[in-house]
């Protein structure tokens, strides 16, 4: 699929993104002037939802279109938990930026629908109704497009229809926004889409949309391929796969004969530490680099034992996605809520262990365990490979498998716990985090880990063609695009 894109108002840039040519463009607080121009013909917009992103977004967009006479309006049905939390934030009913979900709906000329995934595949008739013609309707994740597909139905006619995903949790997206006052630029990257053009301003509504919620750079896709690649990739290593791997490592560790803390240390600290802070700065390659000899061969083994175990997983659940059956599996999830709600994913003894690990830890003494690395490391190339088959493009496979998960999601579970990476995103994501990092972890277990302990050879194909992967060259053109500056998570 050829990702090209033309645009009115911003300058698009052809880079080199691995083994192609893509075009993007380049956010920051200087294009903030552009926004009028980019939101012609909106008065009003209406976020819809106070989740993962509503939050974010909201005061994203407030803040960035401050003084510019188009209002930002937060919908959310009358008697919501979240009616407080909006205020709070500076929304409030009196100043006509704050209001029920349906009646914001139907006054905005730009809708960014982000409700729970469940909720919209629940209210989406109500929605479409609602909406006035040739206004927008946005959304920062394609699930309904997905979900639709499977019953059969469409968006309406005379709308336009289109995507900002930003490659992160909400919070980041906030964070970084706010970080971005003293640092051009930064920011969260998103990608976009248009589904449906039917005023011809389409493409321009969704940059400014990018821009002025920050995202130091904005990529085309497909709704269509966005929902795959993101249900997907919190399934595998941005969520789900990253907490099995853990949970794998540490028991493994704590079996050698490691005390608990020294085993957190090796396999969670290890990961969230200096294994993702080199990813973010210096790339993948430069995790192995770092290595001396022994570390280099151990890193190896791990690496060439966890690659295969992994693909086999991966390669099921983006098949789960593409044919529907996770997205049904999500539905069916929101009714039983009720019954059955989310527990609590890190009160095992290992995760109590990490309180005490948090509390005294010094960072410059965290390890980078070549073991850890090369089992994380393989994990992660297996969703890349997973994604290049599967036609997606190489900004939207380096984001969904990469830079999501050292830049944004791993902070949060390095500053408090898993739970709390997954807790603040959305609810597909945790969802899928709590399918499938099971398997991730009893799949290293019974395959990777015996593989390593029996000596098998090592795969000298397979590590050849990690040297030698595209992603290399498409993670280093990301990094130009992106500040120099990392997320300050903060509770």
């Known amino acids: 699929m050829k990702f090209d894109f033309t645009t009115n108002v911003f300058k698009k840039e052809k880079v080199k993104m691995g083994p192609a040519d893509e075009y993007i463009v380049r956010g920051g607080r200087d294009l903030f002037p552009l926004l009028p121009t980019a939101f012609k013909g909106i008065k009003q917009i209406g976020v819809i939802g106070w989740g993962s992103q509503g939050p974010a ?97 469409k968006f309406r006619s005379d709308i336009n229809v289109i995507g900002v995903c930003p490659k992160g949790m909400g919070p980041s997206v906030r964070r970084l926004y706010e970080q971005g006052k003293t640092v051009n630029g930064a920011g969260i990257n998103s990608s976009f889409a248009v589904e449906q053009d039917a005023t011809g301003s389409a493409t321009d509504y969704a940059l400014g949309w990018s821009v002025a919620i920050g995202s130091p750079f904005t990529f085309m896709t497909s709704l269509e391929m966005e929902y ?62 770092s290595l001396d000899p022994a570390g280099k061969k151990t890193f190896e083994q791990a690496y060439s034992a966890s690659y295969r175990p992994c693909l086999e997983i991966l390669a099921e659940i983006y098949d789960e996605v593409a044919s529907g059956n996770e997205i049904r599996s999500v539905v069916m999830a929101g009714e039983r809520f009720a019954r059955f709600p989310m527990g609590t994913i890190d009160d095992t003894p290992m995760w109590k262990t990490g309180i005490k690990v948090r509390a005294a830890r010094v960072e410059e003494k965290i390890p980078l365990n070549p073991f850890t690395a090369g089992v994380y ?64 972890d009893y799949i290293l277990s019974q395959l990777a880990f015996p593989a390593v302990d029996e000596k098998r050879p090592v795969d000298a194909k397979l590590l050849d063609a990690f040297h030698k992967h595209p992603i290399h060259e498409a993670l280093a053109a990301a990094a130009e695009l992106r500040p120099s500056v990392d997320i300050a998570v903060r509770g």
């Open 57 to 153: 977004q909201s005061q994203n967009l407030r803040d960035s279109l401050e003084g510019t006479g188009i209002r930002v309006k937060v919908g959310l049905r009358k008697g919501s938990g979240s009616w407080a939390a909006a205020e709070k934030a500076g929304f409030a009913e009196s100043r006509g930026t704050l209001g029920e979900m349906i009646k914001v709906v139907s006054e905005s000329d730009l809708v960014i629908l982000l409700i729970a995934d469940a909720a919209q595949a629940k209210v989406y008739k109500e929605v479409f109704a609602a909406m006035k013609p040739r206004s927008t309707l946005g959304f920062s994740h394609g699930f309904l497009v997905g979900y639709l597909s499977t019953i059969g139905e």
């Open 228 to 289: 795959r690649s993101d249900i997907f990739g919190e399934r595998g290593i941005l969520l789900g796969a990253v907490h099995g791997i853990v949970e794998a490592l540490y028991r493994r560790y704590v079996d050698g004969g490691m005390k608990g803390e020294a085993a957190f240390n090796e396999s969670v600290e290890s990961i969230t530490g200096p294994i993702s802070r080199m990813i973010s700065r210096k790339g993948l390659r430069a995790v192995y680099e």
């Open 377 to 440: 490391l393989a994990c992660m190339m297996a969703q890349i490979d997973i994604l290049s088959e599967r036609g997606h493009a190489f900004s939207e496979i380096a984001n969904e498998s990469v830079i999501e998960a050292v830049d944004s999601l791993n902070p949060y579970m390095h500053y408090k716990g898993v739970a709390y990476m997954v807790d603040n995103c959305s609810t597909t994501a945790r969802l899928g985090s709590r399918k499938w990092a099971p398997r991730f």
